[in-house]
């Protein structure tokens, strides 16, 4: 069997370095998109990787890169300047080929069916980061929202992973997940960074979550610990 080629696009972020290392870690290989002058921050990892340098929203970059890739994970940047979010997940979708796996972070705020259900302190910040956003034009925090709204509607074999608040340390394992934001499993809102990784990467070889956008947890955080996760034959409390 040939093993897998992924492209991880925004590789060199914190995210992004995450992924990298997981995706080494099961054979496969990368290739990683970062803008040129991020290229550093990947030294760790080279001649390990392939890494193409340029703004991810360049269609040609996007192209060249995911040329030949069994799966594409796309770090979908929270906040776009110039349409920068949408842009990429774009390129991806038109370039990627036919059947590839293609697999995309964003944050809690992102609603596939509009039956998530938010925190208030969720709201409060939202709210705070929209008036922000009037201060500063160039930034748009509805870019992401764009970005995923394409994905949903593309028919390829899509995953759209939904970041709770993320927190640096050791892996706790890989996280738990929900449909929809306020589903009490959820509770909890952290995730260990390093398992954020773990899951996108991990959502490449599992076919159940193609066409969802998986709400995510941190599996030893006391509500994933209180409530079982979704799984095969199960939606149920554990106790
Ligand atoms: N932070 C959270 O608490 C949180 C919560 C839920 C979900 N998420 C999701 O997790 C993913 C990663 O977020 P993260 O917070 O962990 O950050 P991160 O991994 O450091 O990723 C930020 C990415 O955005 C790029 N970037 C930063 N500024 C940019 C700019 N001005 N123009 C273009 N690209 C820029 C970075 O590229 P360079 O390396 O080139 O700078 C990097 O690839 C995102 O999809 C986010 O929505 C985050």
Redesign the pocket.
Known sequence: MHSMKVCIV???????RYMVQHALDRGYEIVGV??E??VG?LDVFKGRITVIPG??DDREVIKKAVSGCDGVLT????WG?HH?SSGTAQAVLDHARLGARLIF????HITRDGKDVYPPSFKAEEKLARWLTRLIPVVDIDD?VEACRRVFASETRWTVV?????EEGESQGLPVWSRHVGDPILESNMTR?ID?ALFIVEALENDELIHEAPAIVGCRTPSALAYAAIGPGSTTRSM
Not at 75 to 78: G, S
Not at 105 to 108: D, V
Request: charged share 20%; aromatic share 10%; with cysteine.
């Open positions: 925004g590789a060199s972020g914190k995210l992004g970062c803008r002058r991020s921050k703004a991810t770090v979908l940047v929270p300047a920068y972070s964003c944050g809690w992401q939904r970041g709770s608040d993320l960074r954020y």
